[in-house]
């Protein structure tokens, strides 16, 4: 059996043509595979200044059109209404496969002298057909690059803390001590806002004392063929085409990395969906 996972910034449900739509969103996404999980990046809730949205509860909606699957939100900004309700915004990972423990890192958000928002990291630990792995999704900082790096490093040291954990087994205790199946497995998935040549890509890629480094799966699968772009491809509001949509896997699974592929025609988002598939 093999395991599917989509990565997606859908510039909450907004297409290149200014027509919102999550359907529309979610429609292609499963045209372009039977995914078992999938990453989402800039979803948003009760804000009326953002097009399209008009202050709905996109979560909420995506998880009723993806029924079958656990709907699993890691809101990076939250904010009051002026009718008491609240503004959200930040990231899901929705896995038909079981989900067992979810963790959601806020990332460092420090003083700038440039637009910036807080960012957050979930790590969503799924029961995929060859064992438990840790699915993890983030949508970094665009204008700081000081910012970007600071919450690379706090990436990592998520994922080495993870893989510290899958290294011990402690004596099982009841309510949240309860242990759960811990796993150095990992793939990581998003909008990180950076080009292939950007340091706090590097910083990802780097080596750990102590877990499975993270591998970029177009490079293990193509080599040294450029990545396609993922952004501004069909909409140059924000510079020239490029890419910064990536999908991290541990070593240990790069054997098994059968596919991946950018889906670099559709308009229906800002960014270019990518997929990719193990055994």
Not at 25 to 47: N, P, S
Not at 123 to 142: C, D, I, K, N, W
Not at 171 to 194: C, H, S, V
Not at 228 to 237: A, E, I, L
């Amino acid at each position: 059996m093999s395991f599917t996972l989509l990565t997606w910034n859908i510039q909450w449900g907004l297409g290149v043509d200014r027509r919102h739509d999550f359907a529309r969103i979610l429609d292609h996404a499963r045209g372009m595979a039977d995914f078992d999980v999938i990453c989402l990046q800039e979803v948003a809730a009760g804000f009326d200044d953002l097009q399209g949205l008009e202050g709905r509860d996109g979560f909420a909606e995506i998880a009723a059109l993806l029924p079958g699957y656990q709907p699993i939100e890691g809101i990076a900004v939250d904010l009051p209404r002026e009718d008491g309700g609240r503004k959200r915004f930040g990231n899901m990972i929705l896995s038909r496969l079981p989900v067992q423990r979810v963790i959601r890192h806020a990332l460092p958000w420090f003083g700038q002298r440039v637009s910036n928002m807080p960012r957050v990291l979930i790590e969503a630990t799924v029961s995929a057909p060859f064992g438990p792995l840790r699915v993890m999704t983030t949508h970094l900082e665009y204008f700081s690059t000081e910012l970007r790096m600071a919450q690379a490093g706090s990436i990592r040291a998520a994922h080495e803390q993870a893989s510290s954990r899958a290294g011990h087994a402690p004596a099982p205790l009841p309510g949240p001590f309860a242990p759960f199946p811990e796993t150095r497995a990992a793939i990581l998935a998003g909008d990180f806002n950076m080009k292939p040549d950007d340091p706090a890509k590097a910083l990802i890629e780097s080596p750990f004392e102590a877990a499975e480094p993270l591998l970029d799966a177009w490079r293990v699968k193509t080599g040294d063929a450029p990545h396609p772009h993922s952004f501004c491809v069909h909409d140059q509001r924000y510079g020239e085409p490029h890419c910064c949509d990536f999908v991290f896997l541990t070593r240990d699974l790069a054997p098994r990395l059968r596919r991946i592929d950018y889906d670099v025609d559709t308009q229906v988002s800002d960014h270019q969906p990518v997929v990719v598939t193990l055994d």
